[in-house]
């Protein structure tokens, strides 16, 4: 008996060993990396970037502003102004776990070695703290995304919104000065794991330097010297400019956010009939791509509360998978121009840059230029042009982004009348986002508001 348990104990050892020399190198799964390499984490955090610009706050956003309409179930509600503390939980979570988190800890193993990296990681959390704050307000900011570091962070201090948006602004110098390094000094550079610009850390540069000015100009409230500080932002965008937009691709976990809503939800939303109307009105040549026609190859937008799904769908612009989809884009340099030169009396310089930022976008969206409506719409002069010409225009180039939003509540402009029939919040469009459920009940020292009628800090 004893030899036998020998024998079978050996024979055993020799399979086990045998075994083990055959699956050598086979079990550990090429999905599934046991470190996760900077390449990795900039793309997973760009990716989340995108979702965070084109999912259900920008969705909601867009029917406040009627851009869109909310024509079925969920979006209804939204153009009714029903917006509770659970709607958005997932999107505040994805924010804070899926960018913050990332981009501190992207900061952490590359800011020494791989100042790159960390440059665009720090423009990326600066996106992702703009976002937030403009829906928010005060928010989780200097203690964010540190839980790593123990229990102190588990329920991070909100910062007030001044404090953020003077953070964001240093944030993006640090961004800079690590973008502006020379290339010798990264032991690693990023390249294609780049979905944005390919690892060119110029265009990077230049983004920096437009959030920059987007966000001086969100004090324009606030800070008597925006415009002037907005223009000397502006100034250092040079020749390597580029637009910065999401791109997507064919598979299921890539698609555009718009195509696949649309796809999935198909009767939800359609284009705002405030938003068609006025292109009609100026015969704007954008409409067709930023509208699809109706069954009877017209162009109509839904009226509020109408429920109207025969109205015309969002265009292929931007319901399209493989079409990308704007972050920072060009022309809003053109219009922060816009609006600082009118706002500090240079009346001429502001209407020569209104002309320019109405042509560039025009051309990109259309492909070509379009002289009538140029003639009509893009001609302004020191004598005509106005703070609401140039918001207006701003908020139809600014089509599906959140910034038309934003725009709106700081500037009043376009002068939108509110849904007549809507059920909720007293016929009020919404003009904050309410604190997410989760952080109402898991964290103390949450800043919590529940008035969706009170303005956040820049807006006041």
């Known amino acids: 008996m004893k030899k036998i348990s020998i024998i079978l104990l050996a024979v055993a050892m020799l399979f086990t060993a045998g075994c083990n020399k055959f699956i050598e190198g086979y079990d550990v799964s090429p999905n599934n990396p046991s470190e996760v390499t900077p390449a990795l984490m900039l793309s997973s955090i760009e990716v989340a970037t995108f979702a965070m610009y084109a999912g259900g706050l920008n969705r909601n956003t867009s029917v406040f502003v009627q851009q869109i309409e ?58 992702a703290l703009g976002f937030a704050t403009d829906l928010w307000g005060d928010i989780p900011n200097r203690e964010a995304g540190k839980g790593i570091l123990g229990p102190d962070y588990f329920s991070p201090n909100y910062d007030e919104q001044q404090v953020v948006i003077a953070d964001i602004q240093i944030l993006l110098d640090e961004a800079i000065v690590l973008l502006s390094k020379d290339a010798g000094e990264n032991s690693i550079v990023p390249a294609a794991d780049d979905h944005i610009f390919g690892g060119d850390v110029k265009a990077w540069i230049n983004t920096a330097w437009l959030l920059k000015a987007r966000y001086a100009m969100r004090l324009s409230k606030k800070d008597s010297n925006a415009s002037t500080t907005a223009l000397g932002f502006l100034a250092n965008i040079n020749g390597d400019a580029k637009d910065c937009m999401a791109v997507f691709g064919p598979n299921s976990n890539e698609l555009n956010p718009w195509y696949a809503f649309s796809n999935a939800r198909a009767s939800y939303i359609r284009m705002g009939e405030y938003f068609v109307n006025f292109l009609k009105n100026i015969s704007d040549p954008r409409l067709p791509f930023f509208a699809a026609p109706d069954a009877n190859g017209d162009y ?75 003639d009509d719409q ?37 002068v939108i009348t509110p849904n007549p029939t809507a059920t909720a919040n007293d016929g009020k469009i919404p003009v904050r986002f309410p604190t997410p459920q989760d952080e109402r009940i898991n964290n103390p020292n949450a800043t919590v508001v529940s008035d969706i009628n009170l303005h956040v800090w820049w807006a006041q």
């Open 378 to 414: 893009a001609s302004e002069t020191a004598a005509t042009v106005s703070l609401e010409k140039i918001m207006v225009h701003k908020y139809i180039a600014s089509f599906l982004q959140v910034e038309a939003y934003n725009d709106w509540r700081r500037t009043g402009f376009p």
């Open 300 to 374: 109509i937008g839904a009226a509020p509360n109408s429920m109207n799904i025969d109205a015309s769908n969002i265009g292929s612009l931007y319901n399209s998978n493989l079409q990308p989809l704007p972050l920072v884009m060009l022309y809003e340099a053109k219009f922060i121009e816009a609006e600082a030169q009118f706002r500090n009396g240079a009346l001429g310089n502001a209407a020569n840059a209104l002309n320019d930022a109405i042509q560039h976008s025009v051309i990109q969206v259309t492909g070509g230029a379009d002289q009538a409506f140029f």
């Open 70 to 127: 909310g024509t079925d179930a969920q979006m209804n509600d939204v153009a009714n102004y029903v917006l509770l503390e659970g709607d958005n939980v997932n999107e505040w979570n994805s924010i804070y776990t899926d960018i913050v988190v990332e981009t501190n800890e992207l900061i952490s193993v590359t800011e020494d070695k791989s100042p790159y990296y960390a440059g665009i990681a720090k423009v990326l959390k600066a996106m």
